[in-house]
């Protein structure tokens, strides 16, 4: 899976992937595809819960998202939106409390899918170890704690059970998850197994399985829309993706224009 970041300002765009945050709803989009910096959407979420500062808008209204390039450093400066820092595995995670105070840092998101091999890998005992050392002490400093991120498919739960059972003193502000999964039907109790921690909840990645074609997608996203926001316990969500590809859960076309999937997103 794609690393994202939260990107809501005109910014050099690095060869990263990048996702915007509002009140609630989000985008994903790979960086390297500048059709999707040029188009800005508005949300029932939030006022312009997308906001590109770059032509054809002039003087937007400031966005309420933050920025976020899934590492230690903000790569992408910007003086309008805050940076989140994220420590994607244990690597150079001796540096991010420095990297935490040079940038004023107010959000640090943990590791990203450690119950996937494929990804940061990591025992729940290990990542506990790492959190207890590194991440924790920022919490003195007033920093916004976010999980590690972990997946559908049977091992995240547990994953996160564990970790929080090496972690009991350690403090976690908020939830994070991804899902790709065949419907709501399974969207929602996956979400809904997390909800006993009584945390807000941030599903940072989400889709349907990598073979659903175009009509599953249009006929998916209004219901997995409206069961997100209806739920108290998420306070975070972004679809994947942002982005022209030519798969099917495309948002933009490949002459930027907002696809019929994108315009189901952003009304």
């Known amino acids: 899976m794609l690393r994202l970041t939260l990107l809501t300002s005109a910014v050099a765009i690095a060869s990263r992937t990048l996702q915007v945050w509002g009140a609630k709803r989000g985008l994903g989009w790979p960086s390297d595809n500048s059709l999707s910096t040029r188009r800005c959407a508005g949300s029932r979420n939030s006022t312009r819960f997308f906001q590109i500062l770059i032509p054809p808008y002039s003087n937007p209204p400031r966005s309420t998202g933050s920025m976020q390039d899934w590492g230690q450093t903000n790569t992408a400066a910007n003086d309008e939106f805050p940076f989140y820092a994220m ?24 590791f990203n899918e450690p119950d996937n091999a494929g990804e940061a890998n990591m025992t729940p005992a290990d990542a506990a170890t790492l959190w207890k050392q590194y991440i924790q002490p920022l919490a003195a400093d007033g920093v916004t704690l976010v999980s590690p991120a972990v997946t559908y498919g049977g091992s995240g739960l547990p994953w ?6 090496n972690c009991t003193a350690c403090t976690v502000d908020k939830i994070a998850i991804h899902w790709y999964g065949g419907w709501t039907g399974d969207l929602e109790p996956f979400v809904a197994s997390f909800q006993k921690y009584d945390k807000p909840i941030w599903l940072t990645e989400f889709g349907l399985s990598w073979d659903a074609g175009a009509d599953s997608y249009e006929e998916f996203l209004p219901l997995a829309l409206e069961y997100l926001d209806g739920n108290a316990y998420v306070e975070k969500y972004a679809f994947f993706g942002a982005f022209h590809s030519g798969g099917a859960e495309d948002m933009i076309n490949s002459d930027g224009q907002l696809t019929a999937l994108g315009q189901i997103y952003v009304s």
């Open 87 to 110: 420590q994607w595995n244990g690597g150079g995670i001796q540096n991010l409390a420095s990297a935490v105070a040079s940038q004023g840092v107010t959000v640090v998101l943990g």
């Open 160 to 165: 996160m059970d564990q970790f929080l059972g």
